[in-house]
């Protein structure tokens, strides 16, 4: 018997009889992180870091039955044991580990390994196993630094100050934003939040601290906006209030856009590439650091990504999920605004 | 390279027209003269060749990053973009600021192809070296010969027109004609004296298709209606003793038409005339095949001559007594038109008809008769309107007849290119037969991003399987194609060969039992062979699709296909791409130029994978020998722009 089993309702332990991420209704279900692919309705019991908790309640309702595990605690399931660890994708993602007589499996769900100032930084996990992602696994998804990204924002913000215009930054409403909104923040602009960033912040702010922000509504002055930032979700482009707020430029914040194709096809006039996944770099970095003798590529270019593993003389394998769906994401964004 | 790396940097990040003219304002503000020349010249399709061959390129850039073959073309087929693909994967961060000008970065490419291998590397990687990302992707872009970035030409003659005080109408002529940017100054194709230049042609007028909507508001009696003849449109210009026939395309065609030579000497001089170059037994026109016979011939042998005579439909007037006339009315105009058409005895000028009807319902009936005549529908001219530049709405609009459409289920999807990179946006369809799906058509065009974005994600939930990069997806998705035309062919395994397949809707109210059957299509195909009929060879897809190779304003490699779609529906000249691209075309007889004209298209420019195999195809369906033609595309890419000699095909076809 397997450890882990790749099953029509996601990827399950049987010896602890718990799935990770299922995407269909389970008993007991353990979740790496808050977004819409990997967290979803209609489990009996689901086991996640604490800072993912209020999230999944205020997404999939208070009634969840819900189990907090703090990184790097154990529990026990029939004698295989579990663990999670930092993912680094978001605040509260994490890597799960489970452990029986010497195999270790190692789910990582998704990761980044840089450090973006509001997730509990990526942790490599040594075992025999691993699950990875694979959304950028192409060599020519490489991310700028951290202060290029920050230099860049700055610089777009002061030709906001100049020009008197409002920057409007797309960003999904889990991770990215809180991660948009502490960049522009260093910038000095003032930050005005769309209600599903903003329902979003109130279910991290239990656990993080997040900057000063007010939260838009159509009252506001332009006065008030010129020169700063209103970030809101991807779902809101080209909604009405958007034609409200004056001279605005708007910007995405995407690993995608580091390709000229993707970048203008969104229609933006900023592209930033800024991602919450690991890049080419990344990933690699990651299968090495974990040792592991066998490799397991989910969702993204999972082809072209095992057979680069394999051909690094690591054992990879392409398995089939239901993860990496954006529209999901978007779809329980637009849920908030009704 | 700065302020020009800049200026693009602009253009693709900004949406608005306004801030695209502000952008170029500014480089031409900034730049010299001969950095502004090149500028324009870029920007009107007038690019260097490819100075390296792609192969080199790719095999210096993966050994730089240290990939190997495979994983560089998986980036390249998502990227969708070689010189992208490059600008990307290049491992250094140069600091960028690359010193050199626009002009000096593009001579010093000009000579490199005489280099050897290790000095077109030194010099190539010199420069990757020391740029950043995006000014190694514009280097990239010139060194590839591909440069289909840029701006509307509208644009670019609006900016030129701020810049230079001078009026956009006189910035558009000045744009006109074959001239060559490494011989030519700013001064003076911008600054001399407009009388310099004899042969220079107007900017053609040309026009939108007709909204249905406004048929109500317009009164008869204010519009002149024309046939709308599908011939090449071209301007005869008579100056200073001297006669030249240019193409829309902005070609100097005099020498493939000496009839119409003959024809200018019985002009008065300072006469220009806009006009249909037709195939004409002085009854009637004769099918647009004929003329193609011409078009891809330098040498006109007298057979070919009294095959496919040709004769000159005038359908405007925009000089006369030297005086440029455009800005009088159509109405005075056509006056004068009809005086010079009456004074000159020459039997290869006609007058385009007006044709004068009573109501809309008369025009209807006799438009659907238009393929009787071997028009094309009707032009509609107000009668009040000037001369303009362009493609303009307003004054002039066609009225083509419809296409023909069927609706089809989409079976297989490939990825697009450039814009449309990493979506899957190359569709297959199929009608039934019985019980079986049978694939028919290929489309790219006619959805919106939205739309294409929506089918991309049911691809990539639905794919049953995978051939390479073709995706076999569950038979679910109808779609109605529209098409111009429907032919016999024994090459597909439907039997029936479309012309110009796109997406005219996407029928979310059919499930896929209701889409239409083969049988249907036959049915259609009957109707349609009824008809005096036009049916474009598979000769002239590939004119087209070479023409769209070599298009250049605005044009993206992605776009490309859908261009291929459209290039018939907006007169695009199919000239170009025969006069100076493919200079083989004439050594060869049959099909040997048709191998030619392959290896061209592939060994010049940039072709992606499946760009490639469409030329593949369309071979294929000539009747070209796949093996012969798989060896043709290898030596291309072999060869780079060497030209393919005699003795190689030779060697490929036995």
Not at chain 2, 193 to 211: G, I, K, T
Not at chain 2, 417 to 425: I, P, S, V
């Amino acid at each position: 018997m397997s450890l882990i089993e790749f099953k029509e309702e996601g990827l399950f332990c049987p010896r602890a009889n718990v799935y990770i991420d299922p995407w269909k209704p389970v008993a007991k279900a353990i979740i790496t992180h808050a977004h819409a692919d990997h967290s979803r309705y209609g489990m009996k019991n689901y086991l996640a870091h604490p800072w993912s908790i209020p999230v999944m309640k205020h997404r999939l309702g208070q009634d969840i039955n819900t189990q907090a595990l703090d990184f790097h605690q154990s529990i026990s399931m029939n004698g295989v044991k579990i663990m999670l660890h930092p993912a680094g994708h978001i605040p509260g993602s994490a890597q799960v580990s489970l452990e029986y007589k010497g195999e270790k499996w190692v789910v990582s769900g998704d990761y980044k390994l840089e450090n973006d100032g509001i997730s509990t930084p990526f942790e490599p996990v040594p075992c025999t196993h691993f699950v990875t992602e694979s959304t950028f696994g192409l060599p020519v998804f490489d991310w700028p630094e951290e202060e290029v990204l920050e230099e860049q924002m700055h610089r777009w913000r002061a030709s906001l100050v100049e020009s008197q215009k409002v920057g409007v930054v797309y960003a999904y409403a889990l991770g990215k934003a809180q991660r948009v909104m502490k960049t522009m923040a260093n910038t000095g602009a003032r930050i005005f939040t769309h209600a599903a960033v903003e329902r979003t912040n109130e279910c991290l702010e239990h656990n993080i601290e997040l900057p000063d922000r007010t939260e838009f509504n159509s009252d506001l002055k332009k006065e008030e906006l010129q020169g700063n930032i209103i970030i809101a979700t991807p779902g809101s482009m080209g909604a009405r209030w958007t034609k409200k707020i004056g001279p605005h430029e708007t910007a995405s914040v995407s690993g995608w856009m580091r390709m000229r194709g993707t970048r203008r096809r969104s229609n933006v006039d900023m592209g930033f590439v800024m991602s919450d996944h690991a890049d080419w770099k990344g990933l690699n970095t990651a299968v090495k650091m974990t040792g592991a003798e066998k490799v397991f590529v989910t969702h993204g270019y999972t082809e072209v990504y095992s057979k680069w593993i394999n051909s690094q003389g690591i054992n990879a394998e392409v398995v089939k999920t239901a993860f990496g769906d954006e529209k999901e994401e978007q779809n329980e964004e637009q849920k908030e605004l009704k | 390279m700065k302020n020009f790396v800049t200026l693009i940097q602009q253009i693709e990040s900004q949406s608005s027209s306004k801030k695209r003219i502000d952008a170029l304002v500014e480089f031409f503000e900034k730049s010299e003269p001969a950095d502004r020349l090149w500028c324009i010249a870029l920007f009107t399709g007038k690019r260097p060749k490819r100075a390296v061959k792609n192969a080199l390129l790719k095999s210096w850039c993966a050994e730089l990053a240290q990939l190997d073959d495979w994983l560089f073309e998986e980036s390249y087929h998502v990227v969708g973009d070689l010189a992208e693909t490059m600008a990307l994967l290049v491992p250094f961060d140069g600091a960028g600021g690359l010193k050199s000008k626009l002009n000096e970065q593009i001579k010093a490419l000009l000579p490199m192809k005489n280099f050897n291998e290790e000095e077109q590397k030194e010099q190539v990687l010199a420069v990757w070296k020391n740029s950043n990302h995006f000014e190694r992707f514009v280097f990239n872009k010139l060194l590839t010969g591909g440069w289909r970035i840029g701006v509307a030409k509208k644009n670019l003659i609006k900016a030129l027109a701020i810049f230079s005080g001078q009026d956009e109408t006189a910035v558009a002529h000045r744009l006109m004609g074959n001239w060559d940017p490494s011989t030519t100054t700013y001064h003076e194709l911008m600054e001399s004296d407009m009388d310099e230049n004899l042969a220079r042609p107007y900017p053609f007028y040309l026009a939108y298709s007709l909204e249905n909507d406004l048929k109500p508001e317009m009164n008869l009696k204010d519009w002149q209606f024309e046939w709308k003849w599908d011939g090449i449109r071209g301007q005869i210009v008579k100056r200073g003793g001297e006669c030249f026939v240019w193409t829309r395309g902005e070609e100097l065609v005099s020498e493939k038409y000496p009839e119409l030579m003959e024809l200018g000497a019985h002009l008065e001089d300072g006469t220009v005339l806009d006009g249909e170059i037709v195939v004409h037994d002085g009854a009637s026109v004769l099918p647009f095949q004929l003329l193609q016979t011409r078009i891809s011939r330098k040498t006109l042998p007298k057979k070919l001559l009294a095959q496919a005579p040709v004769k000159f439909i005038a359908y405007d007037q925009l000089e006369a007594n030297g005086e440029d006339i455009r800005a009088l009315t159509l109405e005075e105009r056509r006056r004068q038109l009809i005086r010079t058409t009456k004074k000159c005895s020459s039997k290869e000028l006609l007058l385009s008809e007006s044709i004068e009807l009573k109501t809309w319902q008369d025009y209807e009936d006799l438009r659907l008769r238009s393929r009787a005549f071997r028009a094309e529908g009707f032009m509609l001219k107000r009668k009040t309107s000037p001369y303009e530049d362009g493609r303009k709405k307003g004054n002039w609009w066609k009225w083509k007849l419809d296409p023909l459409s069927i609706d089809a289920v989409l079976i297989y999807a490939m990825r697009g290119h450039g814009r449309r990179a990493n979506l899957f946006t190359d569709y297959t369809f199929a009608v039934w037969q019985g019980e079986e799906l049978v694939p028919f058509a290929k489309a790219y065009s006619g959805l919106t991003d939205a739309e294409f974005k929506e089918v991309d994600s049911f691809v990539k939930k639905n794919t049953v399987d995978k051939f390479g990069p073709v995706r076999s997806v569950k038979p679910e998705l109808v779609f109605e194609l529209a098409f111009e035309g429907i032919a016999h062919s024994s090459r597909h395994k439907s039997g029936i060969a479309l012309r110009f397949p796109r997406m005219a809707r996407w029928r979310k109210d059919k499930t896929a039992q209701e889409a239409n059957s083969l049988e249907d299509l036959r049915t259609l195909l009957q109707l349609y062979e009824q008809q005096p009929s036009r049916t474009m060879s598979p000769k002239s897809h590939l004119i087209q699709l070479v023409q769209v190779v070599k298009a250049d304003e605005n044009i993206d490699a992605a776009e490309l296909k859908i261009i291929q779609d459209y290039a018939k529906k907006h007169d695009l000249s199919i000239e170009d791409a025969l006069n100076d691209e493919l200079p083989q075309m004439e050594k060869g007889d049959g099909l040997k130029s048709w191998y030619h004209l392959l290896y061209t298209c592939l060994a010049d420019g940039e072709i992606c994978p499946s760009e490639s195999a469409s030329l593949m195809e369309i071979g294929v369906n000539m009747g070209l020998d796949v093996s012969a033609l798989r060896k043709v595309i290898e030596l291309s890419h072999q060869n780079g722009t060497v030209p393919l000699t005699d003795e190689e095909l030779n060697a490929v076809l036995d």
